[in-house]
């Protein structure tokens, strides 16, 4: 296995550049890890996390790959996001909160209507591109194309999970799937439940310091917080 025969030099410059990116260690069964440093031992790595550290066998690594975050445009102060007229139109089209859609393109794309995923997920609400043709999508960049999709999707979450939007979160970054995998609840994912926190913060900062909307927010429900393993997103 290529990863038996890491060299010391490669790992260090990989703990040496952790706090920049962060990077992911994928298990051979599906899940993956966020750390911010690794080191190989023998045969096993020795995984630095926030909260501490573990140990893994090597056999038990498939891959190591960057975090995924968008580093290249800094965060759009909220009283100034664009794109609010297609926001405040696909929210009366679909009967979703525009501060929750607003929400959701801050933390998928922080509003970069060209923003590609590592994964392949596309524009403001970062669309898969098989979700966006079945959902009538002919230029997925384009923002009211990708606004008009993503809330679409998003309500459908919103309604298969009777407005608790720590399930819808959770569906829209890790795939209903999964949610329906751990028995209706927030799959315990460093990645997903970090994702759903931040929506939330951006959520509630909004409705207390922005405009007040007509919706309620959705309610939410306790996340199973129980590991730090994360999964590739699943989203649509």
């Known amino acids: 296995m290529r990863l038996k025969h890491l060299t010391w030099s490669v790992v260090l410059l990989a703990c040496a550049a952790a706090p920049v990116r962060g990077e992911y260690i994928v298990l051979r069964s599906g899940q993956r890890l966020a750390v911010t440093g690794y080191q190989l031992l023998g045969d096993k790595y020795r995984l630095q996390m926030k909260g501490g550290t ?12 960057p975090e995924e975050i968008f580093t290249s445009v800094p965060p759009v102060e909220i009283s100034k996001e664009p794109f609010g007229d297609l926001i405040r139109a696909a929210a009366h089209r679909y009967s979703v909160d525009a501060d929750l859609i607003t929400s959701v393109i801050a933390a998928e794309s922080n509003f970069d209507p060209k923003a590609i995923s590592r994964r392949d997920a596309r524009g403001l609400m970062q669309l898969l591109p098989a979700t966006a043709s079945r959902l009538g999508v002919k230029n997925i960049f384009d923002p009211q194309e990708n606004i008009e999709a993503g809330t679409h999707y998003l309500s459908d979450l919103l309604q298969l999970y009777k407005h608790d939007l720590a399930l819808t979160l959770a569906a829209y970054n890790a795939g ?13 994912f460093a990645e997903t439940i ?11 900062q909004r409705k207390t310091s922005g405009p007040v909307a007509t919706d309620k927010p959705p309610r939410t429900a306790p996340m199973a917080a129980t590991s730090s393993a994360t999964t590739p997103a699943a989203r649509f």
């Open 176 to 188: 209903p799937e999964r949610v329906q995998q751990y028995g209706q609840r927030v799959p315990p």
């Open 54 to 65: 573990a140990e893994i066998p090597v056999e038990q690594v498939a891959a190591i790959e």
């Open 194 to 204: 970090s994702y759903i926190r931040r929506v939330q913060q951006t959520y509630q």
